[in-house]
């Protein structure tokens, strides 16, 4: 008999559906179960691309034995992270405040108002690797509840104390400057990998956000090492076994420090990120390598990961048929079967050999550069880049004849605003109208769908959407909008973007701690009112509300999105300085005001040739900090960029603004070009 989890769309709580443990999903007849019966609450919080929630579930869940264990000790709640971050954010504090560590599945045991008092990630089935098993668990913290419940209140009220924190007010705890981006950048550059690129060993991430932060700072400073952090670090990670080859798209981590072998699920919210990257890197660098991968990236995403409405799903799980990573790897006999005389030459480039590098198959990974793997081939650059090409295609009709690994089709607002951000990017800096239509898609499906009165809900899956939106949903969304408004200059999408930011200021930013939390003013009561402000794998939802406000308030002039911006800002001014890897977005955000925002105002008919030249001029070069608008000339207009601004010589017209001062109006894309690059710079004028 199917449990409670049968009635949700959660593809990871439907794989739960048939367990024997009495699921209940996150809800007030769970709790009120618990607090009727004085039984503790199992709290167990996963996502479905994650390769050791099912292992867990395997070993536990799906046994008897155990599951009996739980049903008469505990009250079973099964949560989704992805539906539900302010759960996952609340819990997770508490496992990492008891063990010093995070991560899922995590398995949490809480009192029957919430409250948590012991926990932590995986269990196995057995005592080993100096983990006790679950069943020892389980047993432990009945007894301890039934037998000792004065030691577990305890417990959990030195627990509750963690959460002071998100309740403090905010304060100004130092100013804006370029001392504190410059701070910022020695301490990230310090843990910088010469060697393989990213930073740290093993388990190594991309750090998208902090690469994102070097970035503008090379821009800004002209400090090439900068420059070469971040473009080493993208080839590295295109190169490693983190890049699928064969369709594109990178998975979410390597677990040792080469990039060799990865956790092979892959994330919406990972490549949207990278997408966004390698696309302004390319404008910086030129690079052919780069912009391959980047749009590849895309090219995935319409393929694999766009649902009929244009919706974006969620991941592709680690598993295929019971193993990680099966569906990605090779044996050097497939190779040779499916390229003929071709498999010389790929094998060489990809390192394939007899013996593999992966439990005795291949993860295809790129140790050289394409010249010298041309030298060392005998055949020229062109020549291997045909064979390469071809035998990619080749390796991709085989391997969609597998079984593939499981795809979470719910469609989450924030990843969706993430990635139209990095689609929309890459259709302008690529000039691809592929990518434009997929992005308008995308974002007419948000609009219509997952948007009610200027409020964002988080998830929609097969025609439902479901659970009022968090900070980061509304912040991401608007921004993709914005984001669409610069690639089409529809200032529909101002209007939207602007509809959902007052939205997010009345219902998530809070007058009396001068701060945005997480979840809105009429969601429902947990323990604490989450208000995380770190960049962890995904922007926060505060950086990300920065980002919107200023973003505004540079198009629309408004000092009062500008007022709460800066206000958190300087609020965070002094963890940013400590702790910049924690704050590589919102470290961003502090660029665009400290250095000032460069605002280009594009003004004439957009579908004439010379203002689409003056565009392409803008999508050409990377601008940190860029605030574009575009559309014809006139006195009053929606956008208050493009007011009072006119046609020179009766031709269209590039207006480049910084710091309140603009430079002389141009039609000539050449010139435009010169600008830019010199508004870029830190201490420039215009």
Known sequence: MPNRLANETSPYLLQHAGNPVDWYPWAPEALERAKREDKPILLSIGYAACHWCHVMAHESFEDEETALLMNEQFVNIKVDREERPDLDGIYMQAVQAMTGHGGWPMT???????????????????????????????????????????????SAEQLKQIYQANLAGARSS????????????????????????????????????????????????????????????????????????????????????TWLVPHFEKMLYDNALLARLGAHLWQATEDGEIKRVTTEIIEWVEREMTSPDGGFYSSLDADSEGHEGKFYVWSEDEIDSLLGADARVFKSYYGVTAGGNFEGRNILFVAQDPAAAAGRAGVGVDILERILTKGRRVLYEARAKRVWPGRDEKILAAWNGLMLRGVATAARTHDRADFRHLAIRNAEFLSREMVRDGRVMRSHKEGVT??????????????????????????????????????????????????????????EQLITRPRDTTDNATPSGTSLAVELLIHLAELQQDPEYRRRAVFTLESMAEPMTRFPTAFGHLLGC???????????????????AAFMALERAVAEQYVPSLV????????ISRVKLLEDRSLVDGKPTAYVCRSYSCDRPVNEPAALSEQLENAAKVGATV
Not at 132 to 141: A, K, Q
Not at 479 to 488: I, K, R
Request: net charge negative.
């Open 628 to 635: 574009l608008a575009g559309g014809e000339a006139s006195g």
């Open 466 to 523: 479901r659970i009022n939106g968090f900070l980061e949903d509304h912040a991401a969304v608007a921004l993709g909008f914005l984001a669409v408004y610069e690639m089409t200059f529809d200032e529909r999408w101002i209007e939207r973007a602007r509809e959902i930011a007052d939205a997010m200021v009345a219902w998530f930013w809070d007058d009396q701690t001068g701060a945005f939390f997480d979840t809105a003013k009429d969601a």
């Open 590 to 608: 502090a660029d665009m005001e400290i250095n000032g925002a460069i605002e280009v105002a594009l003004v004439g008919e957009t579908s004439t």
């Open 174 to 257: 130092g100013s804006l400057n370029p001392q504190m981006l410059d701070v910022a950048y020695r301490s990230i550059a310090s843990g910088y990998d010469a060697q393989h690129g990213g930073f740290g060993g093993a388990p190594k991430f991309p750090a998208t956000m902090a690469l994102d932060f070097v970035l503008r700072y090379w821009k800004r400073t002209g400090t090439s090492h900068a420059l070469e952090i971040v473009a080493k670090s993208f080839r590295k990670m295109a190169r490693g076994g983190i890049y699928d080859h064969v369709g594109g798209g990178f998975a979410r981590y390597a677990v040792d420090a």
């Open 108 to 154: 949490m045991f809480l009192l029957p108002d919430g409250s948590p008092f012991y926990g932590g990630t995986y269990f196995p089935p057995d005592d080993k690797h100096g983990l006790p098993s679950f069943r020892r668990v389980l047993e432990s913290v009945a007894d301890a509840y039934a037998q000792r419940r004065e030691g577990v209140a305890q």
